[in-house]
């Protein structure tokens, strides 16, 4: 069983930045792929960004990109989402979740196996 954990979520005003960071529980944490979700009220998750099990690979929500970067530090069991130009809609809890790599970057929930906890950013005007 692996277990993530979300940090670094906050208070933000519009167009500032925040970097989120989700810490696994695995030694094998290279060969999964990661990506971060989110969820605004009323909604339901949505992809924001995936990346591979070496970093080589990412993609990212058309809403995002730009704006936002996934990247990842295996010897440290750690993927991050920097996220700048905050919008009042990028305002969401925000999941991370892990899957064994499969030769393909995983958008839909139902992919991941593993989830985090989950993580509030709210954005202000």
């Known amino acids: 069983q692996v277990q993530l954990v979300e940090s670094g979520g906050g208070l933000v005003q519009a167009g500032g930045s925040l970097r989120l960071s989700c810490a696994a529980s695995?030694?094998?944490?290279?060969?999964?792929?990661m990506g971060w979700f989110r969820q605004a009220p009323g909604k339901e998750r949505e992809f924001v960004a995936a990346?591979?099990?070496?970093?080589?690979?990412?993609d990212y929500a058309d809403s995002v990109k730009g704006r936002f970067t996934i990247y990842r530090e295996n010897a440290k069991n750690t993927v991050y989402l920097q996220m700048n130009s905050l919008k009042l809609e990028d305002t969401a809890v925000y999941y991370c979740?892990?899957?064994?790599?499969?030769?393909?970057?995983?958008?839909?929930?139902?992919?991941?196996?593993?989830w985090g906890q989950g993580t509030q950013v709210t954005v202000s005007s």
């Open positions: 979740a892990g899957r064994v790599w499969v030769g393909v970057l995983p958008k839909n929930t139902p992919e991941y196996d593993y």
């Open positions: 695995t030694r094998t944490f290279r060969v999964y792929s």
């Open positions: 990346i591979s099990w070496s970093g080589g690979s990412t």
